[in-house]
């Protein structure tokens, strides 16, 4: 997988990571990864295009 940055809004901290996944939500998609700093997730919007080249 590629390596996406996220921001957690919890910490206000930025950090990168190839562990994530993608979802739609409201024909909406998403890069949704767990914080390295706690049990929450971060949320990052994608392109539909992003999300078509990640999904493979």
């Known amino acids: ?3 996406l940055s996220f921001y957690d809004v919890k910490t206000k901290d930025k950090f990168n990571t190839t562990e994530y996944k993608v979802q739609e939500k409201g024909g909406r998609f998403f890069a949704v990864a767990k914080s390295p700093k706690g049990t929450h997730e971060c949320w990052r919007v994608l ?3 992003q999300a078509a080249k990640l999904k493979k």
């Open 47 to 49: 392109s539909k295009d």
């Open 1 to 3: 997988m590629d390596q």
